[in-house]
């Protein structure tokens, strides 16, 4: 088993998602159910899934869960230019976010190609 805590990107991720319940509280109300919920919903499986493929026994495992992160990640990029777009936050915060995230994003691809030349090795 591995320490998902030790990974920069986990620490990293949990902070994105800190950041973005914050940021998201701000929403106007009728918007609970709609994008902020969405936005949620999209960086909380960042850390989760990178935690979740952490408790995998196999390498394979664990790079199909640093995908899904990945993915995750991808999709959250797209709330926070949905949410620029509506004015919910300005360009500043907006690229801020998008900077964190592409960070986030940066790290997980290094994970994940780092995984599958470990795979690639051993067949």
């Known amino acids: 088993m591995r320490d998902y805590a030790k990974y920069e ?63 995750s990640s991808f999709g959250l990029k797209t709330q926070v230019l949905i949410c620029r777009n509506l004015d919910y936050i300005d360009s500043e915060m907006a690229k801020n976010m998008e900077l964190i995230i592409d960070k986030v994003s940066k790290q997980l691809n290094g994970f994940i190609k780092k995984l599958k030349a470990n795979i690639n090795s051993l067949i």
Request: charged letters at 30%; one cysteine or more.
């Open 9 to 71: 990107v986990w620490v990293d991720s949990m902070n994105l998602v800190t950041d973005i319940y914050k940021i998201t509280k701000r929403f106007p109300e009728d918007e609970k159910s709609g994008i902020t919920n969405q936005m949620r919903r999209c960086a909380v499986p960042v850390p989760s899934n990178i935690a979740e493929g952490a408790g995998r026994s196999s390498e394979k495992d664990f790079k199909r869960f640093l995908e899904i992160a990945m993915a």
